[in-house]
């Protein structure tokens, strides 16, 4: 087994995640006639986050320090399974998608007990939005990938996505267009972005995701803030892996076209940030049980087919 | 008694028996008046009560007053709106009204009060919760302390507590009126320098018997309208940023500070500081200045309506906006609301047509709504519309003449009653002289000291997450309630 394109793709993953809430973020200042922040931004503030002390409530216990780090090491050993422009990463094995899973739901475990270890009113809020979501959100994400495996035959996401072509589009375009929606309306649910959340609201009450980690600071909201790139990276590769099948022989020229994909999901995710206004709370599952009618439904056609 | 808004009168004649001042207060309250001040003021050892009631639909104003030596008879439990008045004298006068279901401090200006500290509802049950927000905020706000009974999302009820911002306004007008009077008026909410500027004008004016030039009434009116537009934009523009519409909030934050600039083009200040003084104004417009003030108006306002129009056209933003943080008319009515928040509910009041004055006669403006966040905000819409509409009127037809008139002392033992529309709503400056001519009590009455409370009755039943649109909506000022 060659050991340096997996690796080379697992860096250049580890590298690049940052890169995308930078390309969101100018997209949107664009559509708000401003010139926006830096695209790297998040790589200076990650460094800046590094070298500070960070600073911790009285109430808090070792459960509020393990969180982040439980939590990125979740997401750093998700990306061993997650297929790279359809190849293969470190580890591939028949029903991998079900560990995926298990990752992000220990990563979202632990965040949202840290939350509840500060005692704050505002944290558990979040908290228990965010369990509230995840209820709909998961079911949603698995059923989807279950619907994947059905129409490739594969169980591993490797298997599933490598598997994937042109032809398999041409013969089963409304089952994988069904899966494209679900998992995207998932992304944007999974990586509070509008119109399930605004990641870019400073009020407290409003908030899902931000108001559980707006108590750690330092090393730890940077590990949060790379966390969350990497989720953003995780489930905007598999909507990429989709919609391009891979098409030329060659390893490197189906990576190029992979990070420009993904790169085209950021501006995409921008581009809907910027023309539609968030959904009130109690609406987001609504918003959520849709994905999830999307995936039953491209199940139900691939098991009548 | 019947007294004219904006003209002088004998404080003398308004003096009733205690007994049928509470009577006639309440028949007066009872029959389609509003409380537009009620306080105390000292005289000898004992307090003088006086009382302002409007009639919007006559724009009649009566004032009465009576000598109380102690406790009195609250009026709070037949008339909500009059809850924070009677609190309020209350606490600066020590004057107990009987029967008023809580006496809680308003602003913590006694000795030993510590803003903050004080009893709050409490809600109790297995799932209840609260959730306590500020003084200290986010964003760059003003302190406000906010704390909500909830059940899950749901908000049973919130508390405002205010006051962290007393800076003991009123008492700085006594023995005035002097060189730094007008500025502490233009102070009292700094996002409405030229409404609180011109309310204290009037009074002055007033209790002097100078007309102001009609040039200088309509200069005026140019810079209220300016504010409004300034204002109403820049709320509209949050409002978006709450529902994270981007576009929006951006175009309606930048055209705000074009609205601005534009009063800084007149006298020189983005805010409006420094244009008015009691007589007239301080800057005239020259042709030149008046032809660009023209051309900016109109490349504004059609941005403005660009801008705007994004939010009534984007389902998500009125499916936020509608139904939210509903204030019945009732409500309205009942809490005596002011302003733009009033004329959403269905309430029928603008000062610059109830008691239209100076470059306001003849005004019409009729906006209603259902109270929700969408009313809120397609008033203000309508209202941009209309005071654009103003302001061009008036660049094309400015008359001619002085700027100013100048005022001589102020006539002694009298009192005036100032109502302004200010953006906010209608603000009530209430003047009373000693037999030395010089300013005996000024009572200011700020739009958000009625209206705070329709904050916390458009939460109840409603989403905690919905508490920023519908504060944004309202967006009410800290210091001008406390003063």
């Known amino acids: 087994m060659e050991i340096v394109k997996p690796l080379t793709q697992y860096l250049a993953v580890m590298l690049l995640s940052p890169l995308l809430p930078g390309v969101i973020n100018r997209v949107k200042a664009f559509f708000g006639g401003r010139r926006g922040q830096p695209l790297l931004q998040l790589y200076f503030d990650l460094y800046k986050l590094f070298l500070k002390t960070p600073v911790y409530s009285r109430t808090t216990t070792w459960v509020f320090k393990a969180g982040p780090v439980v939590g990125v090491s979740a997401l750093v050993a998700a990306l061993a399974v997650l297929p790279f422009a359809g190849r293969p990463s470190f580890l591939t094995f028949e029903g991998d998608f079900i560990f995926l899973l298990y990752l992000l739901g220990l990563a979202r475990f632990v965040t949202v007990l840290a939350a509840l270890d500060t005692g704050s009113a505002f944290e558990g809020m979040g908290a228990s939005r965010e369990m509230q979501f995840a209820v709909f959100a998961e079911p949603a994400f698995f059923l989807g990938l279950a619907a994947l495996a059905r129409v490739t035959g594969q169980s591993s996401l490797a298997g599933m996505f490598g598997a994937l072509t042109g032809d398999i589009w041409r013969t089963a375009a409304p089952v994988l267009a069904l899966l494209t929606a679900s998992l995207l309306i998932v992304l944007l649910a999974e990586n509070s972005r509008v119109p399930a959340d605004d990641p870019n609201t400073h009020l407290e009450l409003t908030m899902i995701h931000e108001v559980m980690v707006l108590d750690h600071s330092g090393p730890e909201l940077a590990y949060i803030l790379y966390g969350a790139a990497l989720k953003l990276w995780l489930f905007g590769s598999l909507i990429a892996c989709m919609v391009l099948p891979r098409h030329s022989g060659s390893w490197a020229l189906n990576s190029a076209l992979f990070i420009l994909m993904m790169l085209g999901m950021a501006v995409a995710v921008g581009v809907l940030e910027s023309i539609i206004a968030r959904l009130r709370l109690t609406k987001v599952p609504y918003l959520l049980i849709t994905a999830f009618a999307f995936s039953a439904l491209a199940l139900i056609f691939q098991m009548g087919r | ?483």
């Open chain 2, 1 to 483: 008694m019947k007294v004219g808004h904006l003209s002088s009168f004998d404080f003398g004649s308004a003096d009733l028996d205690s007994s049928i001042f509470f009577e006639t207060a309440a028949s007066r309250l009872g029959s389609g008046g509003r409380a537009l001040a009620y306080f105390a003021v000292p005289e000898g050892k004992a307090h003088r009560l006086v009382m302002a009631v409007g009639f919007d639909r006559e724009g009649r104003v009566e004032v009465y007053s009576t000598l109380v030596h102690g406790p009195f008879k609250a009026l709070t439990p037949s008339f909500p709106q009059l809850h924070l008045f009677e609190r309020e004298i209350f606490e600066q006068a020590g004057l107990k009204p009987e029967g008023h279901p809580w006496l809680k401090p308003i602003r913590f200006n006694t000795p030993g009060a510590e803003p903050g500290i004080a009893d709050y509802f409490t809600v109790h049950g297995s799932q209840v919760h609260e959730v306590a927000v500020g003084p200290v905020h986010a964003g760059v706000i003003e302190p406000g302390h906010f704390r909500f009974q909830c059940h899950g999302e749901r908000v049973f009820h919130l508390e405002i507590m205010l006051g962290y911002q007393h800076r003991g306004l009123e008492k700085r007008f006594i023995g005035g009126p002097d060189g730094r009077s007008i500025h502490y008026a233009e102070t009292l909410a700094g996002d409405t320098a030229i409404g609180h500027g011109w309310a204290y004008c009037g009074a002055v004016e007033a209790l002097c018997g100078v007309n102001v030039p009609p040039r200088a009434q309509i200069l005026r009116g140019i810079m209220l309208e300016l504010e409004r537009l300034a204002n109403h934009t820049g709320d509209l523009g949050a409002m978006a940023g709450d529902v994270a519409y981007l576009p929006a909030a951006s175009f309606c934050g930048r055209l705000r500070g074009d609205f601005l600039n534009m009063s800084a083009l007149v006298c020189g200040s983005r805010f409006g500081r420094n244009m008015l003084k009691p007589g007239g104004v301080n800057f005239d417009l020259d042709s030149a200045l008046m032809q660009e003030l023209k051309l900016r108006l109109e490349n504004a306002s059609r941005d403005v309506g660009n801008a705007v129009s994004l939010l009534w056209e984007t389902a998500s933003v009125t499916d936020r906006f509608e139904g939210t943080g509903v204030v019945s008319k009732q409500v309205a009515e009942g809490l005596g609301l002011v302003g733009p928040t009033a004329r959403a509910s269905g309430v029928g009041l603008d000062t610059r047509r109830n008691f239209s004055s100076g470059p306001y006669e003849g005004f019409t403006l009729s906006v209603s709504g259902s109270g929700d966040v969408y009313s809120r905000a397609y008033v203000r819409w309508l209202e941009i519309q209309k005071s654009s509409e103003l302001i061009g009127g008036w660049l094309n037809a400015l008359p001619a003449g002085p700027v100013e008139a100048e005022c001589g002392g102020l006539k002694p033992d009298s009192a005036a009653v100032s109502l302004v529309e200010g953006w906010r709503g209608q603000i009530c400056h209430f003047a009373l002289t000693g037999s030395d001519g010089k300013l005996r009590y000024y009572k200011i009455v700020d739009p958000s000291f009625h209206n705070w409370q329709a904050l916390a009755m458009a939460l109840r039943g409603g989403e905690i997450s919905d508490f920023p649109l519908c504060n944004k909506s309202f967006n009410l000022s800290y210091c001008g309630r406390d003063l």
